[in-house]
C-alpha cells in the first residue's frame, strides 16, 4: 500500500519559513519521482516543484524558484519542501504525490510536474501566510 503523508505546514507572516514533509512508505522510493501541489481556495491546483529520486532532476515554478528547496532524505523515504519568504500568495493546502516518470534516469526530457503522470497523493496540508 502506497503512502503518503505531508506534514509541516502552519500559519506564519509573510517572510517567515516552513518545511513541509512528505514521508513515503509502501513503495520503493527510489525508483520514483515525488512531487509538490499546492490549491488555494477556488484556483486551480498548481504543481509547484518535484524531485526524481532516480537521479535528482528537481523542478520549480517560477514563482517559487529561489525561495523553495525540494530534497529527498533516501534513508527516511521522505520528500521535504523547505519555503523560506513565504509570502501570502503562497496559502494554499499543498499536496505530495508520487509518480513514475515514463523513462526513469532518462534526462533527454525536461522533468516537471507535468511530464509525470501521478498516481498516489497525500491527504494535504495547510499554509497560511498572513501579513
Known amino acids: 500500500e502506497v503512502q503518503l503523508v505531508e506534514s509541516g505546514g502552519g500559519s506564519v507572516q509573510v517572510g517567515r519559513s516552513l518545511r513541509l514533509a512528505c514521508r513515503t512508505s509502501g513503495f520503493g522510493f527510489e525508483r520514483w519521482a515525488i512531487g509538490w501541489f499546492r490549491q488555494a481556495p477556488g484556483k486551480e491546483r498548481e504543481g509547484v516543484s518535484c524531485?526524481?529520486?532516480?537521479?535528482?532532476?528537481?523542478w520549480y515554478t517560477d514563482s517559487v524558484k529561489g525561495r523553495f528547496t525540494i530534497s529527498s532524505d533516501m534513508t527516511k523515504s521522505t520528500v521535504y519542501l523547505q519555503m523560506n519568504n513565504l509570502k501570502s500568495d503562497d496559502t494554499a493546502v499543498y499536496y505530495c504525490?508520487?509518480?513514475?516518470?515514463?523513462?526513469?534516469?532518462?534526462?533527454?526530457?525536461?522533468?516537471?510536474?507535468?511530464?509525470?503522470?501521478?498516481?498516489?497523493w497525500g491527504q494535504g496540508t495547510q499554509v497560511t501566510v498572513s501579513s
Open positions: 524531485i526524481s529520486n532516480v537521479d535528482g532532476r528537481t
Open positions: 504525490t508520487a509518480g513514475k516518470e515514463e523513462t526513469p534516469g532518462d534526462q533527454t526530457y525536461a522533468i516537471s510536474t507535468t511530464t509525470i503522470y501521478w498516481t498516489a
